[in-house]
Structures are given as structure tokens and as C-alpha cells.
């Protein structure tokens, strides 16, 4: 069964300008989470996808959004992007069930000059 | 607010030592606990996941423990090898949402 897959795996973007990020899941997952991973915060929880609807968010601005296809695809959106943006963000798709653990992917290292 | 903390921030120790990692969060209202590896660069690998029923996982050379009332869990890596060397991050899941709570992680650094 193949992973989780996160493209594209580096991205360089100047400030003001916005990116999208995708994830596919492993296949049979219905649940995508996308965390944001710097080294002064640490992980931090965006949101979380399952069956196409956001189920919960994290504690960030309005420029940070998602969806997820009918086929669990998910991607994420930052638009107006700012220095602070550049982080490692970060994939995991599980069944969804609450005791089950997710599986990451590689996650995409965004650099905002 | 759900905290958790991860004590020490780095850890160097010679190969074949056995050795203990800490975690402690501060609510014990928790659905589970699970320990990641993440290598440098890379995304995370799960290692051990401990329902809020249970006391303790094991997996190999780690053994994962929780005490949900005092807040604490432990990652002991028995005959620590250099493959070992990376970042253990544990992660508690609250509520019945999804979000998971992380700590900051130790670097540990298995010397040949």
C-alpha cells in the first residue's frame, strides 16, 4: 500500500503571494489532518478533513484554508503569504476512527522571501 | 488548555545504553498518547500508540508507558544503536475531535 504523498516536496515563494499544497492519502483513508511544523512553534494543528468536510481547525488566520476532493485528496491554500509562513507543513491521513494513529506524509518545506 | 512538555530537549548517549524518555501533559482528560520519530527533513513515523485505557505498548526494543494521573508517559529504547538517532515527539489526542497536542520533542544522538 503506498503512503502518504505531499507535493511538491519544496516550494520557494516571495511575500504577498499565495500557494497551494496537496496530499493524497493512503488509499481507504478517509481522514486528512495538515499540521504546520516551525522551529519556534513546533507542531502546530491546521485543520482536519474527512469525507470532504472540515471536521476541526486549528488556531490560525483565515489565510490558511483546505479542502478535500470526493476522492480524499486534500489541499491546502495560503494566500497573502507572509515570512512567518515559511515552515514544513505536514500530511496525515488515518480511517478517520478516534483510536486509530495517523500516517504522515514527507510534508512540504515552504520558504517565504 | 492541554500542554505537554517533553523533558530533556536533547540527549546524547553512547551506543548499546538503554535509556528513557519523558513526556507530561497537563490534562488528563485524554483519548490516547503516541510517540513519532521524525529523522531530519522528513515527516513522522508513529511508534507507539497508548489508548487512555492502557497502561503501557511495546514494539520491539521501545516501550511506551502512561500514567494518566499523573500526567506523564515514558519511551524507554532498550540497547540504544546510532540508527536510533532522531527526534521523538509524543502527541496526545483530546476531546473527540481530532487535534492532536504536540510536545516539542527530544534530539537524541546515539554516539557510535
Known amino acids: 500500500k503506498a503512503g502518504v504523498t505531499q507535493t511538491p516536496r519544496y516550494l520557494i515563494k516571495t511575500r504577498g503571494q499565495q500557494v497551494t499544497l496537496s496530499c493524497s492519502p493512503i488509499?481507504?483513508?478517509?481522514?486528512v489532518s495538515w499540521y504546520q511544523q516551525t522551529p519556534g512553534q513546533g507542531l502546530q494543528f491546521l485543520f482536519e478533513y474527512f469525507s470532504e468536510t472540515q471536521r476541526n481547525k486549528g488556531n490560525f488566520p483565515g489565510r490558511f484554508s483546505g479542502r478535500q476532493f470526493s476522492n480524499s485528496r486534500s489541499e491546502m491554500n495560503v494566500s497573502t503569504l507572509e515570512l512567518g509562513d515559511s515552515a514544513l507543513y505536514l500530511c496525515a491521513s488515518s480511517s478517520g476512527q478516534s483510536q486509530e494513529t495517523q500516517y504522515f506524509g514527507p510534508g512540504t518545506r515552504l520558504l517565504v522571501l | 488548555k492541554q500542554e505537554v512538555t517533553q523533558i530533556p530537549a536533547a540527549l546524547s548517549v553512547p551506543e548499546g545504553e538503554n535509556l528513557v524518555l519523558n513526556c507530561s501533559f497537563t490534562?488528563?482528560?485524554?483519548?490516547?498518547l503516541q510517540w513519532f520519530r521524525q529523522d531530519p527533513g522528513k515527516g513522522l513515523t508513529s511508534l507507539l500508540l497508548i489508548q487512555s485505557s492502557q497502561r503501557e505498548q511495546t514494539s520491539g526494543r521501545l516501550n511506551a508507558s502512561l500514567d494518566k494521573s499523573s500526567g506523564r508517559s515514558t519511551l524507554y529504547i532498550a540497547a540504544s544503536q546510532p540508527g536510533d538517532s532522531a527526534t521523538y515527539l509524543c502527541?496526545?489526542?483530546?476531546?473527540?475531535?481530532?487535534?492532536?497536542?504536540w510536545g516539542a520533542g527530544t534530539k537524541l544522538i546515539i554516539k557510535p
Open positions: 490534562d488528563s482528560a485524554i483519548y490516547n
Open positions: 488509499s481507504g483513508h478517509r481522514s
Open positions: 502527541a496526545v489526542k483530546v476531546g473527540s475531535n481530532y487535534q492532536l497536542i
